[in-house]
């Protein structure tokens, strides 16, 4: 029901590199996100913490994914 919702939110159709998107993403929650927009976040992080720490979230969405057997 939320992919529904997230995909019919006008933020949605936002490029990634956009100002207001790059001010909406404290708003951005990124253990839901979807793996994509997770990807974008990691490939345009502005430092190695920040990407650091989007990894490690990553990684858990995978261990987590793996453990109880669904699609990461």
């Not at 019919?8 to 993403?25: E, G, K, N, V």
Request: aromatic letters at 2%.
């Amino acid at each position: 029901m939320i992919d529904s919702i997230v995909s019919s939110h006008p933020f949605s159709t936002l490029s990634p590199d956009s100002d207001l998107a790059i001010l909406l993403l404290d708003l951005a929650d990124v253990t839901i996100m979807s793996a994509s927009n997770l990807e974008c976040l990691i490939a345009s992080s502005p430092s190695n913490e920040i990407r650091a720490y989007l990894h490690g979230v990553r990684d858990m969405r995978l261990s987590i994914a793996a453990c109880l057997g669904t699609p990461a």
